[in-house]
């Protein structure tokens, strides 16, 4: 059986023998929504939404000191009874959990978790990605660095959302969006979106050996802590059409939380991981869902992104790399 019919076997097994999150998933339609058009981004919209379900990761206190002290809930022997799984391994000879997400922010949220406890660090594992991205072709396959977004530092997982809820996936390659290229040769095209809402760069390859050293060579002329093992960034992979080659998109990040990140006026619950950067912004309040225009937003997403003078200073330093 391929991988996208075991996972949706899966998913369906799932809300017939875990009723607690079969009922999160059935509260989903039901959640309070908004979309528009950024201006002056063309057909681009994001969508924010109001999921209280999430305020567990919106919340976390993601210390270094909070992680040692929590047992590890990715890790097997504290998953719930109920918590079913599909096992995958890549050519890499990595080897995966597939397991339902019980906290959903999409329908079909799937969280795709290294079978040994390692931490969040995604060398080594590029070529997962990409494979991924291959073969759930209806899905977008999601990376949260450990320092912004990732809710289990301590524990290697993706995710996987149908590509069709995240406007990134929707409208990266849109005429309006100016994609240009930033480098061309014979086995990848790297190009970037001057009017994406969040810094962007994305390879695209048949090569799932070579993806690594691609965006590795890009990531490491990104900004790092001395106390950082990879710089900050979020991944989002997924296939334009059905058997393309995938395409890999990389959102550096400057930090996890925006200044006016909590409570109260002019403030907001908004903890942004791959899938707020991807254009889907989840709030935990509501009333904070309706005051927020747009604009404040867009200038939300753009904040936690890194700095335009980073990026273009590793963007620069990455075309003069001989790949």
């Known amino acids: 059986m391929a991988l996208r019919e075991e996972i949706e076997v899966l998913y369906r097994r799932q809300m017939v023998e875990w009723p607690e999150v079969s009922e999160r998933y059935s509260a989903l339609p039901g959640l309070k929504r908004r979309t528009a058009t950024i201006s002056p981004y063309g057909r681009a919209r994001i969508k924010l939404v109001c999921n209280p379900m999430r305020s567990k990761s919106t919340l976390a206190d993601l210390s270094r000191e909070a992680i040692k002290m929590r047992p590890c809930f990715l890790c097997a022997k504290n998953l719930p009874p109920e918590q079913g799984h599909v096992m995958w391994t890549g050519s890499s000879g990595n080897s995966y959990r597939i397991q339902v997400?019980?906290?959903?922010?999409?329908?079909?949220?799937?969280?795709?978790?290294?079978?040994?406890?390692?931490?969040?660090?995604i060398r080594g594992r590029w070529g997962d990605?990409?494979?991924?991205?291959?073969?759930?072709?209806?899905?977008?396959?999601?990376?949260?660095?450990?320092?912004?977004?990732?809710?289990?530092?301590?524990?290697?997982?993706?995710?996987?959302?149908?590509?069709?809820?995240?406007?990134?996936?929707?409208?990266?390659?849109?005429e309006y969006m100016n994609v240009q290229v930033i480098v061309g040769t014979s086995d990848m095209l790297a190009v970037y979106s001057s009017n994406f809402w969040c810094r962007n760069l994305s390879f695209t390859t048949d090569n799932a050996t070579k993806i690594e050293l691609y965006c590795s060579s890009f990531i490491r002329h990104l900004p790092r802590l001395s106390d950082e093992q990879e710089p900050k960034f979020n991944i989002v992979a997924w296939t334009d059409e059905p058997d393309t080659d995938p395409i890999v998109t990389i959102l550096p990040r400057r930090k996890h939380r925006a200044n006016n990140y909590g409570p109260g006026k002019?403030?907001?619950?908004?903890?942004?991981?791959?899938?707020?950067?991807?254009?889907?912004?989840?709030?935990?309040?509501?009333?904070?869902?309706?005051?927020?225009?747009?604009?404040?937003?867009?200038?939300?997403?753009?904040?936690?992104?890194?700095?335009?003078?980073?990026?273009?200073?590793?963007?620069?330093k990455f075309r003069k790399t001989k790949l």
């Open 101 to 121: 997400n019980p906290y959903p922010i999409t329908q079909r949220h799937f969280t795709i978790v290294a079978q040994e406890h390692v931490p969040q660090l």
């Open 129 to 174: 990605l990409h494979e991924l991205a291959r073969l759930l072709p209806d899905y977008a396959i999601l990376y949260n660095g450990p320092h912004c977004g990732a809710s289990a530092p301590d524990h290697f997982h993706f995710q996987a959302v149908p590509k069709d809820e995240l406007p990134l996936t929707q409208f990266y390659l849109d």
């Open 266 to 316: 002019g403030h907001y619950l908004v903890s942004p991981g791959v899938i707020d950067m991807a254009g889907l912004i989840t709030f935990v309040d509501e009333a904070q869902l309706r005051r927020i225009s747009y604009g404040g937003a867009w200038r939300l997403l753009l904040e936690v992104s890194v700095d335009k003078a980073s990026f273009d200073n590793a963007i620069d």
